[in-house]
């Protein structure tokens, strides 16, 4: 080792990048070198000074405006998908592709008439009384378009479309009755059927599968009474499932929407002495925009007994 | 069938469980406390990895929590880099974007870490390219009065113990620093960030910057000569 390999290797050596060995032997050489030593000092002196130059963790408000935009920006994208996707779920590509094709629009024709036939036949088949729960086919499964619960009988009638619009009934235990609601609670255009979906799925909180798919909704549906149900649903969940009362927390900090958020505050007030809903709290008794959840968030924490 | 829409909502914790992504949960295992960093990151990785094939399939819950993971790291960077919130946001943006229209194209061959770095670090790298053709310098303004001001000297320092002069003292320092770090190219620049500010590892910085070790070390060492060097100067 000489002195131009320290000066090669000084800032290797304080980033911690180099080898055990070489580390030692470096910091020997320069133990008995003093321009070395000198080198090391001023190496050492030049990253403290660049270090003047802070890095900053970007504040929770801006890491949350730019999400919003980014997640403005993937509601008007779509993932690149296999030519065989394209003809199973995008007819409109497919039909701006017949304008300017003529045979292809000869082929959709006869592929859509024979298609048609078969789909016909089959519902002659079929008998339309009381529908049972089927196998379903969840490729042929075009969404949800209703969803009933009888008071009565306590069964859930889901409406969903396929080649041909379909029924299912039963209780919400049924596993195919369970897994169309879950579906239509995460993927369903029209916010009615994801409501009603929530709410039927209310009374099955102590499945798992059911909680996780209420947290989705709570933290990612687009409507607020979507949100608010699911919510109320998860709320019996706040002591005993970590992950429901972190989503019910986001919803606190987060929610665009007054109502979920005050939701939210009453439903984590029975865990309100966990570390992590007081500091939430404090953050709103101190600088929320609103009055009432300012408000509310001191009298919680008021409330509370305090630590010695 | 239309897409689902997606939200994203401020991560209020760390290792807040996956919504929507089945199977994405473990059950919990009691590891030793020496094997708690190897083994927290093959989980990680595993974790990653079965996230990208949900994205890959059009899970677009299991993109989101991709996202949800690095964004943090990703906005730090682009705006330590640009010093702009506005030009770190676009980067910030362009970068999932792209991610999300490329995702079906990752082939696992490097780390998803080191792949949304890879996409950052381009963009970074195209900002200072532009930036270096319009000469410009982000950090001085003009405000309405024609009057320039350093950005940077607006920045008060809020930590516990600073007092105002120091205070003073730290932001010419730092705009100083700002002005120095110009004199880098935009590649010594980006490696100077990613190991001094970001404190990557530079075998990380040549992966990500598809290049080896060695050139990742020889940039920094270049940099590095040239930052002191332009530092004497304005001392």
Same mark, same amino acid.
């Given at each position: 080792m000489n002195c131009e390999w320290v000066r090669q290797n000084v800032t290797l050596y304080l980033y911690?990048?180099?080898?055990?060995?070489?580390?030692?032997?470096?910091?020997?050489?320069?133990? *008995?070198?003093?321009?070395?030593?000198?080198?090391?000092?001023?190496?050492?002196?030049?990253? #403290?000074?660049?270090?003047?130059?802070?890095?900053?963790?970007?504040?929770?408000s801006f890491l949350a405006a730019s999400r919003m935009r980014l997640q403005e920006a993937l509601e008007h994208e779509h993932p690149q998908r296999a030519w065989y996707q394209r003809l199973a779920f995008d007819p409109t590509a497919w039909l701006r592709q017949v304008r300017?094709?003529?045979?292809?629009?000869?082929?959709?024709?006869?592929?859509?008439?024979?298609?048609?036939?078969?789909?016909?036949?089959?519902?002659?088949?079929?008998?339309?009384?009381t529908p049972q729960p089927e196998n379903i086919n969840w490729q042929a499964i075009g969404g949800v378009t209703a969803i009933e619960k009888d008071p009565a009988t306590n069964e859930v009638?889901?409406? %969903?479309?396929?080649?041909?619009?379909?029924?299912?009934?039963?209780r919400v235990s049924d596993p195919k009755v369970q897994d169309l609601l879950l579906y239509a609670?995460?993927?369903?255009?029209? !916010?009615?059927?994801?409501? !009603?979906?929530?709410?039927?799925?209310?009374?099955?909180?102590?499945?798992?599968?059911?909680?996780?798919t209420l947290t989705y909704a709570l933290r990612y549906d687009s409507n607020p009474g979507v949100r608010l149900h699911s919510l109320e649903g998860l709320a019996a969940y706040v002591k005993d499932d970590i992950r429901v009362r972190n989503a019910v927390l986001e919803s606190l900090l987060n929610d665009s929407n007054l109502g979920v958020r005050s939701g939210a505050l009453h439903a984590l007030e029975p865990v309100k002495a966990d570390s992590s809903v007081r500091m939430a709290l404090e953050q709103l008794a101190k600088d929320d925009p609103s009055d009432y959840m300012r408000g509310e968030s001191k009298r919680l924490l008021a409330a509370m007994p305090t630590v010695y | 069938?239309?897409?689902?829409?997606?939200?994203?909502?401020?991560?209020?914790?760390?290792?807040?469980?996956?919504?929507?992504?089945?199977?994405?949960?473990?059950?919990?295992?009691?590891?030793?406390?020496? #094997?708690?960093?190897?083994?927290?990151?093959?989980?990680?990785?595993?974790n990653d990895a079965e996230l990208i094939r949900e994205a890959q399939r059009g899970n677009q819950a299991a993109f989101e929590e991709l996202v949800r993971q690095y964004d943090g790291p990703v906005l730090r960077l682009a %705006?330590?880099?640009?010093?702009? #919130?506005q030009d770190a946001q676009d980067i910030y943006q362009e970068a999932f974007l792209k991610a999300y229209r490329n995702i079906g194209s990752f082939r696992f061959e490097c780390s998803f870490y080191t792949w949304i770095y890879r996409i950052v670090t381009n963009l970074c790298l195209d900002h200072l390219r532009k930036r270096q053709v319009r000469k410009e310098d982000s950090g001085v303004v003009t405000?309405?009065?024609?009057?320039?001001?350093?950005?940077?000297?607006?920045?008060?320092?809020? *930590?516990?113990?600073?007092?105002?002069?120091?205070?003073?003292?730290?932001?010419?320092?730092?705009?100083?620093?700002?002005?120095?770090?110009?004199?880098?190219?935009?590649?010594?620049?980006?490696?100077?960030?990613?190991?001094? %500010?970001?404190?990557?590892?530079?075998?990380?910085?040549?992966?990500?910057?598809? =290049? =080896?070790?060695?050139?990742?070390k020889n940039t920094l060492f270049r940099g590095t000569q040239k930052l002191r060097a332009a530092l004497r100067g304005v001392r």
């Open positions: 911690g990048e180099l080898a055990d060995d070489a580390q030692h032997e470096l910091e020997q050489h320069v133990a *008995r070198c003093q321009t070395c030593a000198a080198e090391l000092a001023e190496q050492r002196e030049f990253q #403290e000074q660049m270090s003047a130059l802070p890095v900053e963790e970007p504040t929770a300017f094709s003529p045979a292809l629009a000869m082929v959709i024709f006869m592929v859509g008439f024979g298609g048609g036939l078969g789909a016909m036949y089959q519902s002659m088949r079929h008998n339309p009384g009638k889901v409406q %969903y479309d396929r080649v041909a619009p379909g029924t299912v009934q039963g609670a995460k993927s369903n255009e029209n !916010s009615g059927v994801r409501l !009603s979906s929530v709410d039927a799925l209310a009374e099955k909180t102590d499945d798992p599968r059911v909680r996780e | 069938m239309a897409a689902e829409a997606i939200a994203i909502a401020l991560t209020v914790s760390p290792g807040i469980a996956v919504a929507g992504v089945p199977g994405a949960e473990q059950a919990p295992t009691v590891i030793p406390s020496h #094997e708690r960093g190897a083994a927290e990151q093959t989980q990680r990785r595993m %705006y330590h880099m640009t010093r702009s #919130e405000d309405s009065d024609g009057e320039t001001f350093d950005m940077l000297d607006q920045v008060a320092d809020v *930590r516990p113990g600073a007092s105002p002069e120091k205070d003073l003292m730290r932001r010419e320092l730092g705009s100083r620093i700002a002005k120095v770090l110009e004199k880098l190219t935009p590649r010594e620049r980006m490696v100077f960030e990613m190991k001094h %500010y970001q404190g990557l590892k530079l075998r990380t910085i040549g992966e990500i910057l598809n =290049t =080896t070790e060695e050139t990742a």
